[in-house]
T-cell receptor
């Protein structure tokens, strides 16, 4: 069974601070996605990383895929209140159904 | 381009009843996946449909069943509802060119909030 462990589960910081969210597994994934979910809505895709060691930047967000494609991180610089939300990592495997295996999520709160 | 839509938005049922949730996939997409998201948890894969056939199933009992129609829309049916079935049910659509090495991006609908009393 493929599992993704996300940490921390809850994070509350002040506006302007930096933070990192981790997503770890003992399984190899063909790709890994990061989603952001607002209350009452479905997850919205932020980025997909495919190649081991890959780094992608989306404004103040930096995503990294581990060399072995088992782990990933999301780093936010100078966090803003608008970054508040639930961040989910999800791994996909091409074996069998193209299902997504999700972590349990990180609830991020940025205080003004 | 129309995104993924789901209906109803909210639903309240009692234990033992049956429920049908509906999903319209994004235009041009041929694959629909269903996920269950309990409160405070990440989504869990229920099953996936590709061209009207089930293409994989997660660890859910047979009382969870589904359908995909020729227009690629989909239904999720749950029989004999239990209290633990209370959750947000998410539908995601994607375009699956099977045989390629990377899983296609899945786009999620807003979900249906099911409450079982």
């Amino acid at each position: 069974t493929q599992l993704l462990e996300q940490s921390p589960q809850f994070l509350s910081i002040q506006e302007g601070e930096n933070l990192t969210v981790y997503c770890n597994s003992s399984s190899v994934f063909s790709s890994l996605q990061w989603y952001r979910q607002e209350p009452g809505e479905g997850p919205v895709l932020l980025v997909t990383v495919v190649t081991g060691g890959e780094v992608k930047k989306l404004k103040r967000l930096t995503f990294q895929f581990g060399d072995a494609r088992k782990d990933s991180s999301l780093h936010i610089t100078a966090a803003q209140p608008g970054d508040t939300g639930l961040y989910l990592c999800a791994g996909s495997s091409i074996q069998g159904a193209q299902k997504l295996v999700f972590g349990q999520g990180t609830r991020l709160t940025i205080n003004p | 381009e129309t995104g993924v839509t789901q209906s109803p938005t909210h639903l309240i049922k009692t234990r033992g009843q049956q429920v049908t949730l509906r999903c319209s996939s994004q235009s041009g997409h041929n694959t629909v996946s269903w996920y269950q998201q309990a409160l405070g948890q990440g989504p869990q894969f229920i099953f996936q449909y590709y061209r009207e056939e089930e293409n994989g199933r997660g660890n859910f009992p047979p009382r969870f069943s589904g359908l995909q129609f020729p227009n690629y829309s989909s239904e999720l049916n749950v029989n004999a509802l239990e209290l633990d079935d209370s959750a947000l049910y998410l539908c995601a659509s994607s375009l699956s060119p099977l045989g390629l090495g990377v899983s296609p991006t899945q786009y999620f609908g807003p979900g249906t909030r099911l409450t079982v009393l």
